[in-house]
């Protein structure tokens, strides 16, 4: 199978290809293989979600330095896949399970003793509980 390069433009340029429409044709895809994240909240916690899909559990680093939670992942190039299909050539190649580090501030609201992470299907939570709120006293003064 060839690739034919789509030449429907009235006037190309030598714009055209230096400003790709699609990012994952740049040279440094490295760079945009940050995962996407979701984060909720409700009354008790803040969930933190991340697509990753294609790692393992144990590629994970998760650490809370002050109110920062910094998450990482170390992902081993593994040759050995590529060594088994020597015939095997690729015109594309978009799966890219590189290395991140992503870094959050977390509110003074939030409890640092009580935080879980799981990892399920290609999704990792982590979710951080809230600290209960201070109730105010209500308390009655004498005047004397």
Same mark, same amino acid.
């Given at each position: 199978m060839k690739i034919v390069k789509r030449n429907n433009v009235w006037? !190309?340029?030598?714009? #055209? #290809?230096?400003?790709n429409e699609n990012r994952l044709d740049v040279s440094n895809y490295e760079n945009?293989?940050? !995962?996407a994240v979701n984060i909720k909240e409700n009354l008790s916690t803040?969930?933190?979600e991340l697509a990753v899909p294609g790692l393992k559990k144990e590629d994970f680093s998760i650490e809370v330095d002050e109110n920062v939670l910094k998450i990482s992942a170390e992902v081993k190039n593994e040759k050995e896949s590529e060594t088994v299909h020597e015939n095997t050539k690729y015109t594309r190649k978009e799966f890219n399970y590189s290395s991140f580090s992503r870094s959050f501030t977390l509110p003074d609201s939030v409890n640092f003793e009580n935080i879980n992470a799981a990892y399920n299907n290609g999704l990792l939570c982590i979710t951080v509980a809230k600290k209960e709120p201070q109730k105010e006293i209500k308390r009655m003064v004498e005047i004397s």
């Open positions: 006037f !190309p340029t030598i714009f #055209d #290809d230096i400003f945009f293989s940050i !995962p803040f969930a933190i």
